[in-house]
């Protein structure tokens, strides 16, 4: 069980499906996630690692897809995931000018793991997801460096922290603290149990615009806060789901469009700023790398019962971005900045 | 002033920008709507008309874009207003099988305006959208015929009434009676003022989900509710946004992407069966169909302005979807099938 | 066998891989072809009906994708192809201005062979592509009607003719007679054999462009011919590709994009009011449209076999020009215009 | 004028259309190359900046479009580029495991530059390509570093090498030694020259299929070489298009789709694992980061006048693939592996 104090520990309940038994994207069996946090001065940034199974995930590649609602952003890998619909690392979050040095890393975790690499076999396809953390944190110092990759790959595991934690240290949502969120939902498929968990890393939206399950809660704020200086409105949001549901890659991208449902229901509407991402995988197969069939047997979920999906995912959406904000502490960050945090005002 | 009794006459407000004269579509100079109802024993369909503007647009084109939510639709001449970014005829809607008929007569319309089409130049994109209203049709029947489709187009007018009427006559929503629905928001750029206006066929939803200004309606009313037969949720929603602003369909189609974010509001989370499709036309400038010209000058937004835009789109989306039940009668369809109003349990 | 002399029997072979028994899109199995010609006084038209296979189709969809290589076009049914991946009845290809009846004639005959369409269940997504033959046809007069698409279905057969038949009639390719052409490819796959077969309805290019296996016979030609009257270059260029090897139709719509690579060999450049489409399908597997397992069992391509297609498919398109244009008899149709025979050439 | 013998000097002349002076990139006015090259050893590897304006190209951009031909591979950027349609950085090309190193030489390179990026504006988008060159290079070494970008960067002039030389020191293509290829055309639009320029880094195709000008060049050399040890096909195709036309970013993603065209004339199929990438973009006219007026003055060509330049960017990339080819020296490279030029053969 994740131990912050969460939306629902408010009484806020999002949506009516069952929750996973952390009610986070771990409730996927084999999905973990490690954190590496830099809070110092003017630095508050860091790298949130996502891995998607136990494996080496370069020979057991996953089923996966991207959905890019809004491609002001900065992330890697993304055209071939679309391409062959496989995901072959573990996945990184990080601030925006992270991403170089995040690549560079998780290549160098996947040579150290296969000698195979650029040499007999082909190059492998580094996923990296960015926000720009720049009101908290001095992006322009560039200071995530290997270590702090290496250490959320090592970190990771399936209990978690959210909030103001590794790539969300500097992240604000709202106006308020945003970072790491994270939720689940069960569902039932030919009477098996499944699993959808998402996590999100905020750093979108205006304060006057939050809304909280139905709600006009950053209006309410607003009205209580002193007058701010005007901040750039340059956020992104990115979205992690994980599923144990077989399905296709078209299918995972039809699963990734309806996250945006959930936001938009948080009051988000999608600055032309806002680079906002959604990746999707499921864990139920794997692709290998070295396949010596030429036909390989694989399941997809029937279409119809993509609306048993869809809602899971919009109520996921929501809960996660409204965990991200709830369980990050109120943060001073680069030049004095401030971003209170929600659980201050609910 | 469009005269039925609207959601803002139930005290209800979407949002905080200003509305246009009409709240509706029209409030784009140059933009008229026209209807033509069937509704006879079974038959509860019909044909809604959008003129883009008074000249003859297959020799002066509007530049426009087209933005896919969920493809499981058959609407038409969607692929060449994506590839040349241009809007040539006027705009039909009407129930899933008049797609065909629709097409005929909109080619012979243009025909008849266009001695050139098919002869000294080429042909002409009709554009058709469309809705399953089988729940209260008889869609089997083929009923709209060309008449329908002209008298829509003959009746546009800047004054058009929503709800069951034209190509919403047979449309549910939210379990509900849907239709036609409209809204508008004024903006200001550079000092000017530009409009924003949107007109919607809705045909989507499941009741439990309706939300009405964060109120979660639909569970109230649902609880209201005798138990009904379960009906299958294969809707679809089209929406239609003019402005005055001049953009690039570039620009158009990220303007279009947030007609999603409002309708999300209203509880809707794309069913897989749901085809969920927004054309976007400015009516700034004109392209012209026998350009003498090779470089051409036109205007557009500056890329940060969107943010003025995008809130705008939101609220008239949302707006548009509750105008589409509110001003909807109770409807009894084919098979005796009932739609109730909106406007009887708010 | 095919009977007409085709572009093999002038000595012109294009690649290496071997060639279905009748080097056509029927040495798939199960796939036929039907062909309805009108060609009387200035009407030059007709319509090409492709049976994906010999069940219902409803009820049993082929997995599919569509790759809009340049959208100027009016081909109906795209979207929705796009978004499920499935195929789900009968493929018309006509001229520009048959779509409309085209779609509500096979919306007709699906209809009259599936009572719960629009009625128990949803509706169905009729599948039609077209190019403009406006200049050997009148294609203002909207000449293709029920008539001619029921017969097209129904002389549906694994042989049939190629050139100016069925919706070949009146188009043309590269200045010449074009229309109706095909080819096959035969592969092996783990030990087993597999099919490729393409059908193509080719209406595009300019003379000089012209290029056969390598040699610039469209130049020639041109210097043989007399100064003609400057035609638009409205043409398209649809391509049926159908296989019975197991893809998804992510794999299928990767196949599809090469299809374009052997057109380019033709000399073809993809002008812009060119509409150029391929829609690929599988006959492997059957998606079912009641199906009762919500996880259902299929069959996929090991990624790294596509580039054993690849070639297959670049061959096929570059044959299937070619025989779209040698078996096509010299035409004069509308108000006297004449297209050439290719044949008369080599 | 480039000075080294390119495929013109071999009496080999594609296309038609005039040349720019320098038949290159370069012809654009202000457009500019720079290399940097190491080799040494199992090194063979380096870095290829492409200047698309002599300003701060974040303060002004340009109008700018990306398309994917083939989507597996690892450049970054494109998704921004796509969305906003617009270029503000320097263009680097480098081999796939120098992306990270490149993003983050880049991203420096534009904060040295430009004090407001991170602090008083948002981020900027590093735009990067890459091509896999390890069957010459070590490439799990990864020897690029900031130094070769800087170099490759402050070297950029109008004259520039082609071949193996700078990103293409490495690089494979038709089992042949590839690299860095150029050629421009001219054409006329409203009496007025303008110009059209590419730059191709070639790494892809199979040596059989190697075509040159219509003559199957590369089954004779096959025919003349030893039996080789099979060789990975993992290659990848970067193009880059460069025009003075005004044109919108639709407009430029069209332009792009047309460079496939050329290359597959000289036999490539675009394999399953060959990143095949064009980015297109305008010097005609700026985009200002800071914008004052809301509703800016561009130019953009009439939609007709496509039909001009697709046969250019036809041309240009065909007449590049052979001179990237045809200008690089027979390599040896990493544990000794061979690639013979072209020029020995023809």
Do not use: W
């Amino acid at each position: 069980m994740l131990k912050q104090k969460r939306i629902r520990d408010f009484g806020i309940v999002i949506g009516a499906l069952p929750t996973g038994e952390k009610n986070a994207i771990t409730d996927v069996e084999g999905v973990r996630v490690g954190h590496a946090t830099l809070k110092k001065g003017d630095v508050h940034t860091g790298v949130t690692a996502v891995i998607p199974h136990d494996g080496n995930t370069f020979r057991e590649k996953l089923i996966a897809a991207v959905h890019v609602i809004n491609g002001f952003g900065k992330s890697a890998g993304l055209i071939q995931v679309d391409e062959l619909g496989t995901l072959e690392t573990p996945i990184l979050l990080t601030n925006t000018f992270g991403v170089g040095t995040s690549i560079n890393r998780l290549i160098q975790y996947m040579l150290d793991r296969n000698a195979d690499i650029g040499d007999q076999t082909g190059t492998v396809n580094p996923v990296v997801f960015e926000c720009n953390d720049s009101y908290l944190n001095d992006i322009r110092g560039m200071h995530v460096s290997g270590k702090e990759i290496d250490s959320a790959i090592e970190n990771a595991s399936s209990d978690f922290p959210e909030g103001a934690v590794g790539a969300g240290t500097g992240m604000s949502c709202y106006k308020l603290k945003g970072g790491i969120g994270s939720a689940s939902r069960l569902i039932k498929i030919d009477e098996k149990n499944y699993t959808i968990g998402i996590l999100v890393l905020t750093n979108m939206g205006k304060l006057e615009d939050l809304t909280v399950a139905g709600r006009k809660a950053g209006a309410e704020i607003a009205a209580k806060q002193a007058e701010g200086e005007p901040s750039s409105d340059k956020g992104s949001l990115i979205m992690i789901i994980a599923t144990d549901i077989p399905m296709t890659s078209r299918q995972l991208k039809r699963m990734a469009k309806r996250a945006e449902v959930g936001v938009a229901r948080t009051g988000n509407d999608i600055a032309t700023g806002s680079g906002e991402i959604v990746l999707a995988f499921s864990t139920a197969q794997r692709i290998m790398h070295y396949e010596k069939r030429g036909i390989i047997d694989i399941q997809m979920l029937d279409e119809e019962c993509m609306d048993i999906i869809f809602p899971a995912v919009a109520e996921c959406s929501e809960e996660a971005v409204l965990n991200s904000m709830i369980t990050a502490d109120r943060t001073v960050g680069r030049s004095g900045h401030v971003r209170e945090s929600l659980a201050d005002y609910l």
